[in-house]
């Protein structure tokens, strides 16, 4: 009660409102601290001070107005904001099916993000959620150059096998396997990139090693033959077994 009547005297101190919204958030009572931040902004408008009222929108289950406030701020911004704005901008488009508004919107924001390699990232997750396979992996080769984990390196290759550019991802492949050899997941997709790129002397190499390790299951050698899943690579892999 006491607050209530501090603000109503003093209704231009956004400080005030800040306050009362860091209570409301306290308390979980995410649509007053919308209401104060909101407050807040009017009376000294800042970037930081949006954003933060976005997040009690998404909160407060109001994502629509929490999306239309982050592309708001992300637009008006002259700085180009900070990255996890915009990861929290991806995060709505994908919750609420707008991958296509939010790529056209990240394309307009480009010049300022397009040095940072999360960045590339995020595309890839909207073209991923829009099924274009060869969007998400030219956004992913976009990233190679700050050096991929493996994770990020996997779905790479998987997404350019995908998109029909099997050499490519049989390099990464590759690199990945140099630092787990005995992975026969990513040994049996090598053979298959190699298959479909027409490579069939390195998929049989591929084959004659995947045999070889110790590790190797009576399992992981049917999927390593169901890998060759071409009469001409079966004939030559059963000759070569001769």
Same mark, same amino acid.
């Given at each position: 009660?006491?607050y209530?009547? +501090? #603000? &109503?005297? /003093?209704? &231009?101190?956004?400080?005030?409102?800040?306050?009362?919204?860091?209570?409301?958030?306290?308390?979980?009572?995410?649509?007053?601290?919308?209401?104060?931040l909101?407050?807040?902004?009017? %009376?000294?408008p800042?970037?930081?001070?949006? @954003?933060n009222?976005?997040l009690?929108? %998404?909160?407060?289950g109001k994502?629509?107005?929490? @999306?239309d406030?982050?592309?708001?701020?992300?637009?008006?911004?002259?700085q180009g904001?900070?990255l996890?704005?915009?990861?929290?901008?991806?995060e709505? /488009?994908?919750?609420?099916?707008?991958?296509?508004?939010?790529?056209?919107a990240?394309?307009?924001?480009?010049?300022?993000?397009?040095?940072?390699?999360q @960045?590339?990232?995020?595309?890839?997750?909207?073209?991923?959620r829009?099924?274009?396979?060869?969007?998400?992996?030219a /956004? *992913?080769?976009?990233?190679?150059?700050?050096?991929l /984990?493996?994770?990020?390196?996997?779905l790479?290759? &998987?997404?350019?096998?995908?998109?029909?550019?099997?050499?490519?991802?049989?390099?990464?492949?590759?690199?990945? *396997?140099?630092?787990?050899?005995?992975?026969?997941?990513?040994?049996?997709? #090598?053979?298959?990139a190699y298959? #479909?790129?027409?490579?069939?002397?390195?998929?049989?190499?591929?084959?004659?090693?995947?045999?070889?390790?110790?590790?190797?299951t &009576? @399992?992981?050698?049917?999927?390593?033959?169901? +890998?060759?899943?071409?009469?001409i %690579?079966?004939?030559?892999?059963? *000759?070569?077994? #001769?």
């Amino acid at each position: 009660m006491a607050y209530a009547q +501090a #603000l &109503d005297l /003093c209704r &231009d101190d956004a400080s005030l409102w800040q306050n009362q919204a860091r209570v409301a958030w306290g308390t979980k009572n995410y649509e007053l601290a919308e209401q104060s931040l909101l407050e807040a902004w009017k %009376i000294k408008p800042s970037d930081k001070l949006l @954003f933060n009222v976005s997040l009690a929108q %998404i909160h407060a289950g109001k994502k629509a107005q929490a @999306f239309d406030t982050l592309e708001e701020l992300l637009n008006r911004s002259t700085q180009g904001g900070r990255l996890s704005w915009v990861e929290a901008y991806v995060e709505l /488009c994908l919750d609420l099916k707008r991958a296509e508004r939010g790529l056209s919107a990240l394309q307009h924001w480009r010049q300022d993000y397009e040095q940072e390699p999360q @960045f590339w990232y995020l595309q890839t997750l909207l073209h991923v959620r829009l099924n274009d396979s060869v969007q998400a992996a030219a /956004c *992913l080769e976009s990233w190679l150059h700050s050096g991929l /984990c493996r994770r990020v390196k996997k779905l790479l290759a &998987d997404l350019l096998l995908q998109a029909k550019v099997p050499l490519r991802a049989a390099e990464l492949y590759r690199q990945l *396997l140099t630092l787990q050899p005995e992975n026969m997941e990513l040994r049996q997709q #090598l053979i298959i990139a190699y298959r #479909l790129g027409g490579q069939l002397p390195q998929a049989l190499e591929v084959v004659n090693k995947a045999l070889t390790l110790r590790n190797t299951t &009576d @399992f992981y050698v049917k999927k390593v033959k169901s +890998a060759l899943n071409s009469r001409i %690579i079966r004939n030559h892999w059963m *000759l070569s077994r #001769l």
